[in-house]
């Protein structure tokens, strides 16, 4: 079963929480998203080296507003879809890098980026970060 016919993934349904400025339940309903998403380009590519494909599926404004970007996707990707107890050393793992909302712009701190799988050395979930414009 894929994510999005689940309603977990990022274009599933049930995204939105209550509480918060201009969520839903908060002042201003649900807030309207910008055309392009900041530095997000509204896609997600998924790339496969054992079988050699790329596929690109969409990124949801509710997805990138629940999880910000950068460590945030990492975490939820690797906790929704590594099967417990996969080889951090085989094709079941997932290296995933994340882009954050402030990617490109030259702000001190704000254009970052994370790397994150499941460490071959301790068998957790590691992430590194980095950033410059």
Same mark, same amino acid.
């Given at each position: 079963? +894929?994510?999005?016919? $689940? =309603?977990? =993934?990022? $274009?599933?349904?049930?995204? =939105? ?12 309903? /649900?807030?309207?998203?910008?055309? +392009?998403?900041? %530095?997000? *380009? ?5 790339? *496969?080296?054992?079988?050699? $494909? ?5 990124? +949801? ?8 970007? %950068?460590?945030?996707?990492? /975490? ?11 080889? &951090? ?8 890098? @994340?882009? !954050?909302? %402030? /990617? =490109?712009?030259?702000?001190?701190? &704000? ?5 994150? @799988?499941?460490?071959?050395? /301790?068998? !957790?979930?590691?992430?590194?970060? $980095? !950033?410059?414009?």
């Amino acid at each position: 079963m +894929t994510e999005a016919r $689940s =309603g977990r =993934g990022p $274009s599933g349904p049930g995204m =939105g929480g209550p509480g918060g400025p201009g969520g839903p339940g908060g002042p201003g309903g /649900t807030p309207q998203p910008p055309p +392009t998403m900041g %530095g997000y *380009n509204c896609k997600i590519l998924r790339v *496969n080296l054992f079988e050699n $494909s790329a596929v690109s599926e969409p990124l +949801t404004y509710e997805f990138a507003r629940k999880y910000i970007g %950068g460590a945030g996707f990492v /975490t939820y990707f690797l906790w929704k879809e590594l099967k417990q107890g996969v080889d &951090a050393l085989g094709p079941d793992n997932k290296l995933i890098f @994340a882009l !954050g909302p %402030g /990617t =490109g712009l030259s702000l001190p701190g &704000a254009s970052r980026y994370c790397v994150g @799988a499941k460490s071959p050395l /301790t068998g !957790g979930v590691a992430k590194a970060e $980095s !950033g410059g414009f």
